[in-house]
């Protein structure tokens, strides 16, 4: 199934992650892709907000940390950035795998790089800007 939202704000982007934060939570994995500055952590602060929302004020993007991790009273989410990692050996280096076996959601920005990495249902999240604020974006999820 696919769903297409517009966005007119980060705001509006946290809303909509909200409204699919169960969906997510079933599946245990969110794939975001989108150019730099397109949205990716403002969509990670609705899940965030929805499922763990004492952490939301520690939410910004991994960049440098390559995860996040944001470890709330019923929920968890891993917040990983992807851009820097090169290779699948880099990738394995960064302890990702492991935390498939933690309870929680992997939240993967520039998950695009690695799609092989990843359930075959998880939620893919394409964010793609029009215009300065304005966001089409992209929920994909089997039933």
């Known amino acids: 199934m696919k769903q297409t939202f517009l966005s007119d704000s980060p705001e509006e982007t946290m809303e909509i992650a909200k409204s699919v934060a169960g969906k997510a939570l079933e599946r245990n994995a969110v794939c975001l892709s989108g150019t730099l500055g397109a949205g990716k952590t403002a969509f990670t602060r609705g899940l965030v907000a929805s499922l763990c929302p004492e952490c939301l004020p520690l939410v910004h993007s991994p960049t440098f940390a390559i995860v996040n991790e944001y470890i709330g009273k019923t929920h968890s989410i891993f917040h990983f950035d992807l851009y820097r990692i090169k290779n699948a050996e880099d990738l394995y280096s960064t302890g990702f795998y492991d935390y498939e076996d ?42």
């Open 102 to 143: 933690r309870k929680g959601i992997i939240v993967a920005e520039w998950s695009d790089l690695f799609p092989e990495c990843f359930p075959e249902n998880a939620l893919l999240v394409e964010i793609i800007p029009k215009g300065e604020t304005q966001r089409i974006i992209n929920i994909t999820y089997k039933e």
